[in-house]
């Protein structure tokens, strides 16, 4: 059932395109990847972002199992009509219960690279989990993203925010930059107030992304909006959203055994 909605979903939307300096990023907290996904899990998560030219992931698991199902994802991803390549960051320097990896997959023939990325040590002492970070070439027209996951809502990640919004700050980058994951606030949220005055956008707003472990009285399975995209001003915005793949309360318990956050969007222009 979560299948046949997710295909249709894809079909109706068409979020894939491609063009001079254009592309679709999608960012995706995937919940435990690598300990406790199923080979029909992993199909289905394939063919949810099997239409963008870039996916960053958030909360691979630390240990090896994390790095083999980055890799069997790629492998499925490949037998649906285009090229992908990936990589995966080192474990962050956490605490044992918080030390994750980040994983980015991308379409090798849009997507170049040059380097094989890395965490941003400088952030090491300031936040749970260090931001991790590549370069990609889009028509030779340079592209850096930050994939992030912060610590929980309870455990103050608004300090996470303003460093990393302080290290942009001094860094100034002239290129495009985006800064994806999944913050635990709200993009209204006035934490985030500096990083759009210094040019940023988020590519969504008053959108939830989390799901409720159960739909409420009126059907609702959605809960928080704590996932975005962050883009530079040298970025057009082409689109922004999330993809609902579930649609129905009655595919919510299986929905969850993806993922308790749908993955968010960005169909963007280089400028």
Same mark, same amino acid.
């Given at each position: !059932? ?6 249709? *979903? ?5 979020f ?18 690598? /300990? ?8 289905? $998560? ?6 963008? =030219? #870039?996916?960053? #992931?958030?909360e691979?698991?630390? &240990? ?8 069997? *994802? ?19 320097? +956490? +605490?044992?219960?918080a030390t994750?990896?980040?994983?980015f997959?991308?379409?090798?023939s ?6 094989? &990325?890395? *965490? ?31 610590r ?9 925010? !303003?460093?990393i ?12 930059? $985006? ?18 005055? #210094?040019?940023?956008? +988020?590519?969504?707003s ?9 739909? =409420? &009285?009126?059907g ?14 040298? $970025?057009?915005?082409? /689109?922004? &959203?999330? #993809? =609902? ?5 009655e595919?919510?318990? !299986?929905?969850?055994? @993806? +993922?308790?956050h @749908? ?9």
């Amino acid at each position: !059932m979560i299948l046949r909605t997710t295909v249709l *979903l894809l079909t109706l939307v068409h979020f894939s395109f491609f063009g001079q300096g254009k592309a679709t990023l999608i960012s995706w907290n995937i919940q435990d990847f690598g /300990q406790s996904k199923n080979a029909e899990e992993l199909e289905q $998560i394939a063919e949810i972002i099997r239409e963008a =030219d #870039i996916v960053a #992931i958030q909360e691979v698991v630390a &240990g090896y199992g994390g790095a083999q199902a980055v890799a069997k *994802l790629s492998d499925l991803l490949n037998r649906k009509g285009s090229k992908w390549d990936y990589v995966i960051s080192n474990p962050t320097n +956490s +605490s044992k219960y918080a030390t994750e990896r980040y994983a980015f997959l991308w379409k090798t023939s849009k997507i170049k690279i040059k380097n094989r &990325g890395q *965490l941003i040590k400088e952030l090491d002492s300031l936040v749970d989990r260090e931001p991790f970070f590549i370069d990609f070439y889009i028509n030779a027209h340079k592209l850096t993203i930050l994939n992030f996951h912060s610590r929980p809502h309870g455990k103050n990640p608004e300090a996470e925010i !303003m460093a990393i919004t302080e290290y942009l700050t001094e860094k100034k980058p002239e290129q495009p930059l $985006i800064l994806a994951g999944d913050f635990n606030v709200d993009e209204k949220e006035a934490v985030f107030e500096p990083l759009k005055n #210094i040019g940023f956008k +988020s590519s969504i707003s008053n959108q939830k992304t989390t799901l409720k472990h159960k739909c =409420d &009285g009126n059907g609702r399975y959605l809960n928080y909006a704590i996932d975005n995209i962050f883009y530079s001003k040298n $970025i057009l915005k082409l /689109q922004g &959203g999330t #993809i =609902d793949y579930i649609k129905f309360c009655e595919n919510l318990p !299986m929905a969850r055994q @993806l +993922s308790d956050h @749908l993955p968010v969007l960005l169909k963007f222009q280089l400028q």
